[in-house]
Structures are given as structure tokens and as C-alpha cells.
């Protein structure tokens, strides 16, 4: 039994430094494209009877989705012994229930495709929901940021911490934090006219003087990070830092981050980076990922990864 690892175009970057922290030399995926747009994924290399670990987030473009469940296809008719979708960025993951009449729950959606591709496990992190890994009738290794993050504060040595969610859905990722580093919890409330558009927002808990963290799982427009980071220094915050796995970055997220209050934003690289921003620190998640694939390919336990209980 051997193990291989594979990379879509959208994680290529990341799949490279995932296989050079595993010890291994990624495989050869070729990707014909037709003039209409359509493409075709192929391994340049056999896997028959192969552990085989594709690693592609799937951010939008839903082009990345599709390219991944070719894949997964492809891994599965080439008689891959077992075939693991590793996804760092889980794309639609919002989608997890019906808010509203007459909507698609698309993270359920996404699962079932995975499945029907032939994904024997799926690898992922700091899912936008929890329960998202109930949607899978395979095992789900979902590994956390927290692993990179509480030893990124404790770092940073500040005196007066206070852990901050940007929102309500954020708390209980922001108390499990507060609990881990000993510290305080403030809360940022908001009332949202639509996505991507706040109406209002107030502080719950006491910031003044303090160097307060803002933990989230993703940062899309930076509309809500930055408009907490601003009103949290109003409300008399020394500094303000942010904390957000996922670096999603739309819109005119780089503006508003550079534009705010926020000291820094320090994100991972489960997607690839638009552009540098001093304001922007990235953290690599490589060696988690290798090491947790060491780990699964050897039968050995990952809970040492969950630094907050």
C-alpha cells in the first residue's frame, strides 16, 4: 500500500508545501481545457491501489468544486484503493439550513456530490458549522485554526486580553478561546439589512484599555470585522486584532481592512492570497494537514491537534 498526493489548481500552492512537510513529492495532475471552457482533470501517474489524497479548497468559482470531484472520478476509475477529498476551505458551508423560504441547503448539497464521486473520508478545517460533518456518511477529520492561533497569541505576550466574537453565531468559538487563554469575552452584536450589508452594531462585555482578539472563521468583505475592530476602539480598546482561518477576501475587503482600526489580521492560507497588505499576516496550515495525513495514513489518533477542549 502507497500513499499519493494530488493538488487541484486552486490549492496548488498549498499542496506543494503540504507534500514537502509529509516528505513526499506531489503527483502529476494535467488539465486539458476546451475552447468552450470546459476541462478535464487526469493523473499523470498510476494510483491504482493507492491511499490517495487530492487536497483543493472549494472557493468559488464553482469551478474548484467540479475540478475536484473529477478528481475523486478519476481517482475512483483508476482503482484508487481509498480516495481522500483533503479540503482546507470548505466553499458553502454558509448554505447550512433554510433561513429563509424556497433556498437550497448547499453545504448538504456539496456532500452528497463528494460522496457520489467515490470520497471514502474528507479532511477539512473550521467549518462554518460543526454539524456540516453530520451531512457525511463518511468519516470527517475536521482539524481547527485554534491549533495555529492560541500559540500565535500566547506570542504575542499582550497583558490585558479580552477574546471578542463579531457576532452572536461567533460566541461560542470566542468563549472556548477566552476559556483556553484565561482571559475575557466581549461580544459584538449585529443587525444585518442583508448579506453583506450591517445595519447596526453594539459591544456586550468590557473592553476599555484592553488588546482584544476578534476570532472568527472567516473574513469575506471585512464588513463585520471591521466595523467591530472600529467601534471596539471607540468603545476604548488599546488594540484590536483579528484572528480568521478562512481568507476569503471579496469585494473590497483589502480597502476596508487597511482603512480600519485593526493593528492586524492574521489569517491562514486555506485560500491563496489575493494581495499583501502590512495589515495582512498570514499563517501556513501545511504542517497541520501533513501531519494529520501521517497520522491517518499510520492509525494514530489527531486529538492532540484540538488545543481547545
Known amino acids: 500500500m502507497g500513499v499519493k498526493l494530488f493538488a487541484g489548481r486552486a490549492t496548488k500552492s498549498l499542496g506543494e508545501q503540504i507534500a514537502v512537510s509529509y516528505g513526499a513529492q506531489l503527483g502529476d495532475v494535467k488539465v486539458t481545457t476546451f475552447s ?56 458553502y458551508a454558509r448554505q447550512d439550513r433554510k433561513d429563509q423560504p424556497r433556498v437550497a441547503i448547499g453545504a448538504k448539497l456539496v456532500a452528497n456530490m463528494l460522496m457520489a464521486a ?50 452572536a453565531g461567533g460566541a461560542k468559538r470566542a468563549n472556548s478561546y477566552a476559556k483556553t487563554l484565561n482571559c475575557g469575552l466581549a461580544l459584538c452584536h449585529k443587525n444585518r439589512k442583508k448579506a453583506n450589508e450591517i445595519a447596526e452594531m453594539t459591544v456586550i462585555g468590557e473592553v476599555d484599555g484592553k488588546d482584544v482578539i476578534i476570532i472568527d472563521d472567516m473574513c469575506d468583505t471585512a464588513g463585520t470585522l471591521t466595523t467591530a475592530a472600529d467601534l471596539l476602539i471607540e468603545k476604548g480598546a488599546k ?30 492560507d486555506t485560500i491563496p492570497i489575493k494581495k499583501t497588505s502590512p495589515k495582512i499576516r498570514v499563517l501556513s496550515v501545511d504542517h497541520l494537514f501533513a501531519d494529520v495525513i501521517k497520522r491517518l495514513v499510520n492509525n494514530e489518533s489527531i486529538s492532540l491537534h484540538f488545543v481547545i477542549p
Not at 473520508?121 to 477529520?141: K, Y
Not at 484590536?240 to 489569517?267: D, M, N, W
Request: proline share 6%; hydrophobic share 45%.
Open 36 to 91: 468552450d471552457g470546459e476541462f478535464q482533470p487526469s493523473f499523470e501517474e498510476t494510483v491504482r491501489g493507492q491511499d490517495v489524497f487530492i487536497i483543493q479548497s472549494t472557493a468559488p468559482p464553482s469551478d474548484n468544486l467540479f475540478e475536484l470531484l473529477l478528481l475523486i472520478d478519476a481517482a475512483r476509475r483508476a482503482s484508487a484503493r481509498k480516495i481522500i477529498a483533503v479540503i482546507p476551505y470548505f466553499g
Open 118 to 167: 467515490g470520497a471514502d473520508r474528507i479532511m477539512t478545517m473550521d467549518l462554518h458549522a460543526d454539524q456540516i460533518q453530520g451531512f457525511f456518511e463518511v468519516p470527517v477529520d475536521h482539524l481547527f485554526g485554534s491549533t495555529l492561533f492560541v500559540p500565535e497569541i500566547q506570542k504575542l505576550n499582550l497583558e490585558n486580553v479580552v477574546v471578542a466574537a463579531p457576532d
Open 239 to 268: 488594540t484590536v486584532r483579528a484572528f480568521c482561518t478562512h481568507a476569503v477576501l471579496s469585494g473590497p475587503a483589502y480597502e476596508r481592512i487597511e482603512q480600519s482600526k485593526l493593528t492586524e489580521l492574521i489569517v491562514t
